[in-house]
């Protein structure tokens, strides 16, 4: 099977542009583009890296033309938004939040971890306001890039939780009865 890759001009910019993930007729991505919420480092005059945003670009083109990126504006903080994960459906979506953490004592430096979100779509269409998709979502270690299964009872994201095998590992929970989603699972030292 031989395939083509072709830049996709209409969503890349030379800002960071990545983790896209099909949904509805559409395409979702995380981006640091001109127009992110704020600011995330300053280098030097010359140099801003912007926060991370989700952008929505609608994949079917109008008299040959694709409709303006739009951002995901309740998801969207002023906080790193990225990497998100759709249910079947598109009525889910789980997406990493960087939070800010502790202050570590020894370096003075503010610690941020990774966590991860959902919202859900009403029938209006509209985003639920964005809340932690997990109760072991914490500021002493990052869960993030999350991906659903396709039938939507397990969740697979990467976390840097001490007691794995590496810095950063795979890890996985399955969706409860009641909803909400069950304990970590590391996916071991083979993977």
Known sequence: VEYTVN?????????????????????VFSSSREGSRKKFVSLSEDINVTRMDLYYQDLQRRDGEFSPIS??????????????????????????????GKKDK??????????????????????????????????LYSVGQPSLSADGTRIFYISDKPDGFGGT?????????????GEMRNLGARV
Do not use: C, M
């Open 7 to 27: 830049n996709f001009q209409q969503v890349n910019t030379p800002a960071s542009d990545f983790a896209p993930v099909l949904t509805g007729k559409g395409l």
């Open 71 to 100: 951002t995901l504006e309740e998801i969207n903080s002023h906080l790193h938004e990225s990497a998100a994960t759709f249910s079947r459906d598109g009525t889910e979506v789980y997406f990493t939040r960087t939070i800010t």
């Open 169 to 181: 590992d795979i890890y996985y929970s399955d969706l409860l009865r009641d909803g909400s989603w």
């Open 106 to 139: 020894k370096t003075n430096s503010v610690l941020n971890s990774l966590q991860v979100f959902s919202s859900v779509k009403d029938a209006s269409g509209e985003w639920s306001e964005p809340g932690s998709a997990f109760d072991f979502n914490t500021t």
